[in-house]
């Protein structure tokens, strides 16, 4: 499916729609957004490419947390800044595309419905960039929009990551070419000091980078806002902290869903 960047009618917010969309009702729009972006994406990863034309310090996976909850959950404050919108989360993955990035996990929380960008959102990572794209969904409720949307992603690289309780009711989607992925993270998989978020490029719904999913929303490992640095200086920061040195200290279903051991579990499951 080929895809065109623009300004939506409503809000004026960026969006990704199809030729057709861009032909028949904004003809004044700029269809050349997409290679722009793609164009901006292939100078972000030469600058910083070493001589040899290896990446200083390559991502392999984007977690993101698109819905507030996800952000709150390590955190007894509210967030006070402005959540990242559709244009955002397109900027966060076209910079850890150009960094090497392969798989992006989304945290939901329990409803598709309630993040209105979030199929644009999906879209662009896989026919853009070819993610490999996991959805966490923290219930087992879909509606018939969700299972219509879940249906236009492109099935073998997309991936509904579930808890073990609602996998059970979740596989009538298998027959409809939906991959399962469950979500629990078992105690012998992880690792007491973790240094699996020096591959990961992790993100909050108000842009704050942390290092991993496991310690959203606590100041000891912030890392900075995707809006005032480039991920790529924040990754090559030696000053930030880009491992978790003590993972007994948070709750085990921090770990549910990290992107890493989703993508060994999704390797493991397709071999032959």
């Given at each position: 499916?080929?895809?065109?960047g623009?300004?939506?009618?409503?809000?004026?917010?960026?969006s990704?729609r199809?030729?057709?969309?861009w032909n028949?009702n904004?003809?004044?729009a700029d269809?050349?957004e997409m290679?722009?972006?793609v164009?901006?994406?292939?100078?972000a990863?030469r600058?910083?490419?070493d001589e040899?034309?290896?990446v200083a310090?390559p991502?392999?996976y984007?977690?993101?947390y698109v819905?507030?909850?996800?952000?709150?959950?390590n955190s007894?404050q509210?967030?006070?800044?402005d959540?990242?919108?559709?244009d955002?989360?397109l900027n966060v993955?076209?910079?850890?595309a150009?960094?090497?990035a392969?798989?992006m996990?989304v945290?939901?929380g329990?409803s598709?419905?309630?993040?209105p960008y979030l199929?644009?959102?999906?879209?662009w990572?896989?026919?853009?960039h070819?993610l490999?794209?996991g959805?966490h969904?923290t219930?087992n409720?879909?509606?018939?929009?969700?299972?219509?949307?879940?249906?236009?992603l492109?099935?073998?690289k997309?991936y509904?990551?579930?808890?073990?309780?609602?996998?059970a009711?979740?596989r009538?989607?298998e027959?409809?070419?939906?991959?399962?992925?469950e979500?629990?993270?078992q105690?012998m998989?992880?690792?007491t000091?973790?240094?699996?978020p020096g591959e990961i490029?992790c993100v909050?719904?108000d842009g704050?980078?942390f290092s991993c999913g496991l310690?959203?929303?606590?100041?000891?490992y912030?890392?900075?806002?995707?809006?005032?640095?480039?991920l790529?200086?924040?990754k090559?920061?030696?000053s930030?902290p880009?491992?978790?040195?003590?993972?007994s200290?948070?709750?085990h279903?921090?770990c549910?869903?990290?992107p890493?051991?989703?993508?060994?579990?999704?390797l493991?499951?397709?071999?032959?």
């Amino acid at each position: 499916m080929a895809l065109y960047g623009g300004m939506c009618a409503d809000q004026g917010r960026p969006s990704v729609r199809s030729k057709t969309y861009w032909n028949k009702n904004q003809r004044g729009a700029d269809p050349f957004e997409m290679p722009k972006r793609v164009a901006k994406g292939i100078e972000a990863c030469r600058s910083h490419m070493d001589e040899d034309g290896t990446v200083a310090r390559p991502l392999r996976y984007i977690w993101i947390y698109v819905t507030e909850a996800g952000l709150l959950q390590n955190s007894k404050q509210s967030s006070s800044k402005d959540l990242l919108g559709l244009d955002g989360w397109l900027n966060v993955i076209d910079e850890s595309a150009s960094m090497g990035a392969e798989w992006m996990v989304v945290y939901v929380g329990a409803s598709l419905s309630q993040v209105p960008y979030l199929w644009e959102v999906c879209a662009w990572a896989q026919d853009i960039h070819q993610l490999s794209v996991g959805l966490h969904l923290t219930s087992n409720c879909l509606s018939e929009d969700d299972l219509e949307r879940l249906g236009r992603l492109v099935p073998e690289k997309t991936y509904l990551i579930a808890d073990k309780a609602h996998l059970a009711s979740l596989r009538f989607l298998e027959s409809k070419g939906i991959r399962l992925c469950e979500a629990n993270v078992q105690d012998m998989e992880r690792d007491t000091h973790c240094t699996k978020p020096g591959e990961i490029a992790c993100v909050g719904a108000d842009g704050s980078l942390f290092s991993c999913g496991l310690v959203l929303g606590d100041e000891r490992y912030a890392m900075g806002d995707c809006r005032d640095r480039s991920l790529d200086d924040v990754k090559n920061d030696e000053s930030l902290p880009h491992a978790v040195p003590d993972t007994s200290a948070f709750p085990h279903s921090g770990c549910d869903a990290c992107p890493p051991l989703m993508a060994m579990r999704v390797l493991e499951n397709e071999a032959p």
